[in-house]
Nanobody
Framework: QVQLVESGGGLVQVGGSLRLSCTAS??????????MAWYRQAPGKQRELVAT???????NYADSVKGRFTISRGNAVNTVYLQMNSLKPEDTAVYYC?????????WGQGTQVTVSS
């Protein structure tokens, strides 16, 4: 059982930046095909994929955040970050850390990001 803990959410002004972090209790990136990801869910909307990064270093972004958000690994194999720049009100959501490995799929509890207009 992998446990994920997110941090870094909060209130930010339009155009500002936040950096989210997530630490897993077990290794993820030691295997190339494993990945960690960030999802988000705004009120009344479906949870959507924001960005992914695999153990092999491959990244993927939703079109809505491409060019503004960057997903990256920490030095540890079980840490992932989401650098969010040029934030917009529509980025307001609960952001969830996600991890995928052979044993299963795991979710964090979420961290609230609110962008003021």
């Amino acid at each position: 059982q992998v446990q994920l803990v997110e941090s870094g959410g909060g209130l930010v002004q339009v155009g500002g930046s936040l950096r989210l972090s997530c630490t897993a209790s077990e290794s993820i990136f030691s295997i190339n095909s494993n990945y960690m990801a960030w999802y988000r869910q705004a009120p009344g909307k479906q949870r959507e994929l924001v960005a992914t990064i695999t153990g092999g270093g491959s990244t993927n972004y939703a079109d809505s955040v491409k060019g503004r958000f960057t997903i990256s690994r920490g030095n540890a194999v079980n840490t992932v970050y989401l650098q969010m720049n040029s934030l917009k009100p529509e980025d307001t959501a609960v952001y969830y850390c996600n991890a995928r490995k052979l044993a299963g799929v795991y979710w964090g509890q979420g961290t609230q990001v609110t962008v003021s207009s």
